[in-house]
């Protein structure tokens, strides 16, 4: 089954969707010029462009790609089974610029974002939301607002989470305190991302 990519506004109103061309998409980012969007079926990571035609696909470096992120020069790949787990980061044409190992705690990771200064990441291991500097250092850690945090993302402003166990969207200050809490009457989203206008959803199956 095919899942969809939704671009919405702050109030989680949808304005347009995208399908997706992978059977189990996870994750969904935007480059200023481009989708990438990746596939933990296939082990594909797609390019696509603003209508959701494919441009490129390529092969995830490791099993089960999961969170895919931009940090406004780089791909943010991340990869938690496998030989390898740990943060790829790529050009714009995917090509490897380096890697980041990741604490065996943090393999089982939900999703990554970045606020210009630091990586906050998901442990789903520990329901913890992680902030890292670029080289990899924690910097501290808090409790996520529910137990089944799924994507993270940074809107300029505010972190955003989503938890498919309660389908509520969440606005956090840094610090991981609740401003807002949005019902999106779905517990099939995959993960969430940022594209200086739109929050862009990942689902797992076409509509909600």
Request: proline share 5%.
């Amino acid at each position: 089954m095919s899942g969809a990519i939704h671009l919405t506004d702050r109030s989680e109103v949808i304005v347009r969707t995208i399908a997706s061309p992978s059977t189990n998409p996870r994750s969904t980012c935007f480059d200023g010029r481009h989708y990438w969007h990746s596939d933990s079926s296939s082990d594909l990571i797609y390019k696509l462009d603003r209508l959701g035609n494919r441009i490129k696909s390529f092969t995830s470096p490791d099993p089960n790609p999961r969170s895919i992120a931009f940090n406004g020069r780089h791909i943010l790949l991340g990869v938690f089974s496998g030989a390898s787990p740990g943060i790829y980061i790529y050009d714009v044409n995917f090509n490897l610029i380096r890697f980041r190992s990741l604490p065996v705690p943090d393999t089982d990771t939900a999703g990554i974002t970045f606020d210009g200064r630091h990586y906050y990441i998901v442990d789903n291991n520990n329901d913890l939301i992680k902030k890292r500097d670029p080289l990899n250092n924690l910097i501290r850690s808090y409790a996520t607002p529910a137990s089944s945090t799924r994507g993270i993302c940074f809107n300029g402003r505010h972190n955003y989470t989503y938890d498919n166990a309660d389908g509520l969207l969440r606005k956090l200050r840094s610090n991981g305190d609740l401003i807002q809490a949005i019902d999106t009457l779905s517990f099939a989203y995959r993960d969430i991302s940022f594209d200086g206008r739109y929050l862009i959803i990942t689902q797992e199956e076409e509509g909600i």
